[in-house]
């Protein structure tokens, strides 16, 4: 998909750009194999489904927010052009079931949501996932805590792309038992949950299902 030229980047006072990463979803690449987009502009994305057709079901990570980053550069070769991206995530508190869900995370290949602090979604390795190549646990680095670090990486042909929030569902932190909807207007309890469902309730155009008809299972269980 070649752009040309053709449009101007508007100003932005500082006070409308914040800096940060508030939320974190995995998945398998395995289960994100579709992707569907507004009419005819391929920047944001409105589904992200199986296979199958059905929507992906995300887990969310909840990471220690202040050290999550994520990156994304251009290279360029004698084939064309590529996106490194990457995203950084550390959980505080070693234990067996954060490390079993780290080993999940390591021995598969993921794509990821985040939602920065400006209130965008944003989808990293769409096309080709990203992998874990970079982990550490320690119980103390230079008085910095107690804590798991994992880095994610991937190669993109394209640049990340933003995600329609009132399509996305996902996995609560909630012992990673309830599948939930996510609305960017709702006020719930984990900060825009409206509510649970026993079935997944499609927008117009899409058949409403139940839940157990997601598809595979997400790669692990919630990290708290």
Known sequence: MACSLT???PPCPAQQSLPGIQRVWLAR????ME?????????II???????GNPTPFLEFACDTAYVTSDETLTRNTKGKTFPQSIVLRFAKMDKDKRASLEGIINDKCVCVYL????KYWLLGQDNGLQCLDYQGTPDVDGGGNNYNCKLQGLERFMQREVNGTNFIYVSPNNGQQLVRNNLGGSGPNGGITSILNTWLGSAGAPN???????AQPIVNVIQ
């Open 29 to 32: 690449k395995s289960n994100a």
């Open 116 to 119: 920065d602090s400006n209130s």
């Open 209 to 215: 299902m139940p839940l157990s008809q997601l598809g």
């Open 7 to 9: 449009t101007v980047i």
């Open 46 to 52: 409105t589904w992200i489904l199986t296979s199958a």
């Open 35 to 43: 992707y569907r987009y507004t009419s005819d502009d391929f920047g």
